[in-house]
Nanobody
Framework: QVQLVASGGGLVQPAGSLSISCVHSDTGIYTYNMDWYRQALGKQRELVAGIFTGGSTNYASSVKGRFTISRDNVKNTVYLQMASLRPEDTAVYYC?????????WGRGTQVTVSS
């Protein structure tokens, strides 16, 4: 069964940095577009960043310039590097792998930004 496993979350101080990753259990990750979403307590899940099979990326305006999404197709992993973190970035972060015939969500990883 194909799975997505996110890790790397934790507690970080405001203005700090953190990197989270998501491993795809299938060796064909290069065929999927990959997204990071987040959901804060009491709020709707929102798209944070996405990276397409060709390597192009998109970001939510709230994280542009602070977050960087990347992928390593050999390691079947997508990364989200987060810098200049703010308390409002606190949320559970989820990764998603999708294409026209497939849509898979992983379990989230908690990121808490607090002093």
């Amino acid at each position: 069964q194909v799975q997505l496993v996110a890790s790397g979350g934790g507690l970080v101080q405001p203005a700090g940095s953190l990197s989270i990753s998501c491993v795809h259990s299938d060796t064909g990750i290069y065929t999927y577009n990959m997204d990071w979403y987040r959901q804060a307590l009491g709020k709707q899940r929102e798209l944070v960043a996405g990276i397409f099979t060709g390597g192009s990326t998109n970001y939510a305006s709230s994280v542009k310039g602070r977050f960087t999404i990347s992928r390593d197709n050999v390691k079947n992993t997508v990364y989200l590097q987060m810098a200049s973190l703010r308390p409002e970035d606190t949320a559970v972060y989820y990764c998603r792998a999708y294409r026209a015939d497939f849509d898979l969500w992983g379990r989230g990883t908690q990121v808490t930004v607090s002093s």
